[in-house]
Structures are given as structure tokens and as C-alpha cells.
């Protein structure tokens, strides 16, 4: 079975980083695409960044372009998102996941971003 587990988030100050880590189990990261989502409280699940297969491009949100990294470490099936420049609107539980809809994601990692 595939498992997605999410860590690295906390509490952070406006401006500061986090950097977020998804251990993949079950699948090959490298052969698919994969995504961080997020959901805020009251708010829908957003789409936060992907990045494709055979790390052949990624794609940003406009709210966290320049200001957030996805990577993935394929030698150890563990995806990455680097996040910088930290907000207040960036409060929220992000997850990994297979697919846009957050269908097959983890269990999620809560980032708050507050003074």
C-alpha cells in the first residue's frame, strides 16, 4: 500500500522558513507526479506546487511563487517542499500527495505562521 508521511511543520514567525519533508512508501516518487496541497482553516484544499515526473519541471501557485521550492531526493523516495518568506496567509495543514485532488495524500503537517 502506498503511505505518504508528512513532518517538518511548526510554528514560525512572519519571515521565517520551514522546510517540509513526505516519506513515500509503496511508490516510486521519481515515475509520477507529485504535489503539496494545503488547507487552511475553513478553506478549501489548494493546490500548492507539483513537480512532474523524471523532474522534468514544477509548477508554483501564484501565492507561493518565489517563495516556496519543491524538490525530491529520489534515492530516498522523499519529496520536499522549501518554504521561505513565511506568512500569515500561509497558515495551514499541508500535505503530500499523488494527485491534485489530495485523493491519496498523508496524514499532513501543520505549519501556523504567526508573531
Known amino acids: 500500500a502506498v503511505q505518504l508521511v508528512e513532518t517538518g511543520g511548526g510554528l514560525v514567525q512572519p519571515g521565517g522558513s520551514l522546510r517540509l519533508s513526505c516519506a513515500a512508501s509503496g511508490i516510486t516518487i521519481t515515475n509520477i507526479y507529485m504535489y503539496w496541497l494545503r488547507q487552511a482553516p475553513g478553506k478549501r484544499l489548494e493546490w500548492v506546487s507539483f513537480?512532474?515526473?523524471?523532474?522534468?519541471?514544477?509548477e508554483y501557485a501564484d501565492s507561493v511563487k518565489g517563495r516556496f521550492t519543491i524538490s525530491r531526493d529520489n534515492t530516498k523516495n522523499t519529496l520536499y517542499l522549501q518554504m521561505n518568506s513565511l506568512k500569515t496567509e500561509d497558515t495551514a495543514m499541508y500535505y503530500c500527495?499523488?494527485?491534485?485532488?489530495?485523493?491519496?495524500r498523508g496524514q499532513g503537517t501543520q505549519v501556523t505562521v504567526s508573531s
Open positions: 500527495a499523488t494527485d491534485i485532488l489530495g485523493s491519496h
Open positions: 513537480i512532474k515526473n523524471d523532474d522534468l519541471g514544477t
